[in-house]
């Protein structure tokens, strides 16, 4: 016998109906997103002058969850002209264990053997290559970089007018970069980062202000192009050494001063370290290290005359007061070291100083490479 149903009835079960199919459905997308394959490309910087590459166990992570998800793996050699291997497909759809055991020691082997075939080092364009070879995955998107850092050719060259771009102000890099199109293309991408600032000889190893700079730098490169940058803190194991590789220029580092002080010394950003646009330390611990002899020789007798002075971007006002801060905020630091402040004077001259470097391209854009060398602090002794 069927009872009659009636519309109030009706309509509640299929209300029950749908709600069921939701909670059904819930999280349905989300575990295609999950589940998809994606893809993984990992750039290894086997080239001169740095540690030989190692799988740290921050890289064989992302080789397991590559493995897990099946991906396809691609390795990037970054150097001059970066190349790319064909795709290994970590897919395991055979149900064959071996099969696919197999394909991750063939990643694990490339990575390994990766050798730089080109003299110097093209970082950006190595990631670009990477970012073109995950950009159509449908799934997670991961780039590894194991890499110095210390680019020497193409749109980034570290060992161009001193090193200045280890003093430079990162947005403003990033600025020329989006303005020159260079930029790769990363969204939704993420790019996990280790062996930064990791050199070997006869490249110098990086003061401190230095690698905060060059981390800053590569992470505000990938986060500007849509990307998420991750940056392990790892030491590469310089257990390594790989001979007969191409030649790398070697980036100029600002050494620490060994004997007799000069009379004048200039303090650029990659040895002092200041925040951009800030009187603020980086690392006030390593900046201690670099004035430790100044504050001595001060101790000692010397009177100082500390001159700040700036790129040309913003007003004259706030030119003349940031340079101030900043001589200001080494004097303090010299005081905290044992300087007697009545033996120390200081001044900011802006971007009006003797030796000013333009720093303005011909479109009236900054150029963070001079606008970089025009951010000191002038340390006088007499």
């Not at 740095?50 to 740290?56: D, I, Q, W, Y």
């Not at 970082?123 to 995955?137: F, K, P, T, Y």
């Not at 971007?313 to 340079?323: F, I, N, V």
């Not at 003797?354 to 006088?380: H, S």
Request: net charge negative; glycine share 10%.
């Amino acid at each position: 016998m069927h009872l009659p149903v009636s519309l109030g009835t009706r309509r509640g079960l299929v209300s029950s109906a749908l709600v069921l199919g939701s909670l059904l459905c819930a999280g349905c997308g989300d575990n295609t997103a999950t589940t998809a394959p994606g893809a993984l490309a990992v750039v290894v910087g086997a080239h001169s002058n740095m540690v030989a590459p190692s799988l740290l166990d921050t890289v064989k992570a992302e080789i397991d969850t590559a493995s897990e998800l099946g991906s396809p793996a691609t390795v990037i050699v970054d150097d001059g002209s970066p190349t790319a291997s064909a795709p290994i497909s970590l897919k395991t759809g055979n149900d064959n264990p071996l099969y696919h055991q197999d394909q991750v020691n063939q990643l694990k082997n490339l990575i390994d053997k990766a050798r730089a075939g080109n003299p110097e080092v093209d970082l950006l364009d190595a990631v670009n290559l990477a970012a073109r070879s995950v950009g159509d995955a449908v799934g997670p998107k991961t780039i590894v970089v194991i890499d110095s850092g210390l680019q020497t050719t193409g749109a980034l060259r570290f060992q161009d007018q001193g090193g200045a771009l280890l003093d430079s102000n990162p947005d403003e890099v990033v600025d020329q970069l989006r303005r020159t199109q260079q930029l790769p293309h990363l969204a939704g991408m993420r790019v996990v980062f280790t062996g930064l600032g990791d050199t070997a000889p006869p490249q110098q190893p990086l003061p401190a202000p230095a690698r905060a700079v060059l981390v800053a730098l590569w992470t505000e490169i990938v986060e500007s192009a849509g990307g998420k940058a991750e940056t392990k803190q790892a030491p590469l194991p310089g257990t390594r050494t790989l001979n007969g590789l191409p030649p790398v220029t070697i980036v100029p580092v600002a050494a620490h001063s060994i004997g007799p002080l000069p009379s004048i010394t200039v303090l650029r950003d990659g040895a002092v370290g200041f925040v951009p646009n800030q009187a603020v330390f980086r690392d006030p611990d390593q900046t201690r290290v670099v004035l430790a002899d100044y504050a001595q020789a001060i101790k000692n007798g010397k009177r100082a005359l500390l001159t700040g002075t700036t790129a040309s971007d913003g007003t004259t006002e706030y030119r003349l007061q940031l340079s101030e801060k900043r001589a200001d905020a080494v004097r303090d630091l010299l005081v905290t070291l044992g300087a007697p402040a009545d033996r120390i004077s200081t001044r900011g001259l802006g971007s009006d100083f003797p030796g000013f470097v333009p720093d303005r391209d011909q479109q009236g854009n900054l150029d963070p490479i001079p606008a970089a060398q025009n951010r000191q602090v002038i340390i006088e002794l007499t």
